[in-house]
């Protein structure tokens, strides 16, 4: 299924890996076929898989990825990765209400669980965004405690407060 943007969702053929290049390190992006499958955030390391030159969506991708890393205030929207990324109904609203959180700014996974229909499954929007192959573009960095303190982050706290802060200085 393609995407207004041209991506379509996940295939299940072996992933070809590219770089994109920012302040804070080398990023990737997984695709097969014409599927963006993944995002791996910079300064982890390149996941298994045959390194290739980029698709021109993929190389889009990468362009859009870099200018964000840059503090540039055109920030992304995660909008055409949430079909790809939810494996759930329940998933997906978490997706979108979370992309939908502006820049600089963040929500609480109670407020997100709420936000979706489910007050009380704050634990339940945490495993979500613990599945969630699509960062930064899709947001989870912008979900934060109930006391407002940083909690898991597959990039690292040090990534996700990187991520909050050069957002809160552009938005």
Not at 106 to 124: E, F
Request: charged content about 20%; some cysteine.
């Amino acid at each position: 299924m393609t995407s207004q943007s041209g991506f379509t969702a996940s295939s299940t053929e072996p992933l070809s890996w590219a770089p994109y290049e920012t302040c804070v390190g080398i990023g990737w992006i997984g695709w097969s076929g014409s599927a963006i499958d993944r995002l791996v955030l910079p300064g982890l390391p390149m996941p298994a898989g045959l390194r290739a030159k980029p698709t021109p969506d993929v190389a889009v991708l990468a362009r859009r990825l870099a200018a964000y890393f840059d503090g540039r205030t055109d920030w992304p929207s995660g909008a055409e990765f949430i079909d790809s990324a939810a494996s759930t109904a329940f998933e997906a609203e978490v997706y979108r209400t979370v992309t939908a959180i502006p820049p600089g700014k963040t929500m609480t996974y109670a407020d997100v669980a709420s936000r979706v229909g489910r007050p009380g499954a704050a634990r339940a929007v945490g495993a979500a965004m613990a599945k969630n192959r699509f960062a930064p573009m899709i947001p989870c960095h912008r979900v934060v405690g109930s006391d407002g303190s940083l909690r898991g982050y597959g990039g690292g706290m040090a990534m996700k407060r990187h991520l909050l802060e050069m957002e809160a200085a552009g938005a």
